[in-house]
């Protein structure tokens, strides 16, 4: 890898300044996923471990560049003591006197948190003096935050620049992961690409017909391409004005010898609630007054077919409406393909991005993945090829 990790530095005595990313659902004050917290834990205890003070830089919500009282990371101190089973030190500012004197105090062993990064308005400015003044509390700049790091921000950019900067454990699992996923991927590679809309995921669809054997198209996204190809989709969630568009991309796969496919059959329901009255259609034969809601299980048979013959998956979002069964269904047989694969040690699988790990954790197929991102648009503009800004500040 083109940068260092945490074993090329010296931090015995020394102040790290940790970028991390521990922007968690809070609902009522309590943390209702704890997963970004639980994954920073290995590097904070390599930082102890190495003798070194961990200063953990975060931020959550977005403030803009004021204090909102209830973005305050203050409240995410006992799910962070709970997950590191240490005190952690929490000081009201990210920079400045107060910040200062509680990293000076602080004793071998101890953890520091500081305030909500995005409280001062330079942090997305990406300032060059906030970056100066957090720079000043440190000897190391450690960068952990995988999930942060499609932002040019003060914290997760301008101070990697000022500082000897390195790669936390979790930043180097995202990054290992991905790069066996798209960068040198075992073949074929499958990508399942789900979600509503085409427009969202251009540059994502662009990037992976140039690197993916197949390219799986599923969720409302899918109903464009059917009409692209001149299917009548009836009811459903279609970008009409992007089937141009969709038609481009279907040609431009075939040209690289990367396979698009689309559901062979659909689920179409005349109500989007759970449990509505639904049947299974061929692709081209959704009713005029119905909305394709799931792929069918033809569809499906087809797609654990392209997994049987994979070494490596990359998924990005559900193959259906997910969030109300029955429409669950494809999404949960082929993710649950996806993990058996991987457990049994035939499949490499990568999965992340929004709604993509919900998904797959209600299938009770995340667990099995071969890994699962913390990032959600970090991850898809990565995989849309972009170079992320704090990714590269540190090489
Ligand atoms: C996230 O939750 O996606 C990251 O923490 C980045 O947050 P942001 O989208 O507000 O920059
Ligand atoms: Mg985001």
Redesign the pocket.
């Known amino acids: 890898m083109a940068w260092k990790t945490l074993d090329d530095m010296d931090l015995d005595g020394k102040r790290v300044l940790t970028r991390v990313?521990i922007?968690v659902p809070v609902e009522d004050g309590r943390v209702t996923d704890a997963t970004r917290i639980e994954r920073i834990v290995p590097t904070v205890q390599d930082i102890i471990g190495k003798g070194g003070v961990p200063v953990l830089l975060a931020?959550f919500?977005?403030p803009k560049g004021k204090v909102v009282t209830k973005m305050s990371l203050q409240q995410l101190v006992p799910a962070l003591e709970q997950a590191i089973g240490k005190d952690v030190i929490f000081v009201a500012d990210s920079r400045g006197p107060a910040a200062e004197a509680a990293i000076a105090a602080a004793q071998a062993g101890q953890v520091v948190l500081l305030e909500n990064t995005r409280f001062h308005a330079g942090e997305e400015k990406n300032d060059p003096e906030l970056a100066k003044e957090m720079a000043a509390l440190g000897d190391v700049y450690c960068n952990d935050?995988f999930?942060?790091a499609?932002?040019a921000h003060a914290s997760t950019e301008g101070l990697a620049k000022l500082l000897p900067a390195c790669a936390g454990r979790l930043m180097q699992a995202e990054l290992s992961a991905l790069e066996a996923a798209l960068g040198a991927p075992e073949r074929p590679v499958v990508a399942v690409v789900g979600g509503a809309k085409v427009s969202t995921k251009l540059d994502l669809l662009s990037n992976l017909i140039e690197k993916v054997d197949v390219l799986v198209i599923g969720g409302g996204m899918a109903n464009t391409f059917l009409a692209a190809k001149g299917i009548d989709v009836g009811k459903s969630l279609c970008e009409h004005d992007m089937t141009g568009t969709a038609k481009e991309i279907m040609e431009k796969a075939s040209g690289l010898n990367c396979e698009i496919l689309l559901p062979s059959d659909v689920v179409v329901a005349r109500e989007f609630k759970t449990g509505a009255d639904n049947e299974t259609v061929a692709n081209d034969a959704c009713p005029a007054d119905a909305m394709i809601l799931d792929a069918g299980p033809d569809a499906v048979a087809k797609i654990t077919a392209a997994l049987d013959n994979a070494e490596t998956l990359i998924w990005n979002g559900p193959l259906g409406a997910f969030e109300i069964a029955p429409f669950d269904t494809a999404t949960n047989a082929a993710a649950a393909h996806a993990a058996a694969l991987s457990r049994a040690g035939k499949l490499v699988s990568v999965a992340g991005g929004g709604d993509t790990v919900a998904a797959l954790n209600k299938a009770d197929a995340a667990k099995d993945f071969t890994y699962i991102s913390t990032?959600?648009?970090?991850f898809l503009e990565w995989m849309e090829g972009k170079v992320l800004p704090g990714v590269a500040a540190l090489g």
């Open positions: 990313d922007n931020h919500g977005r935050a999930s942060a499609h932002r990032a959600g648009g970090a």
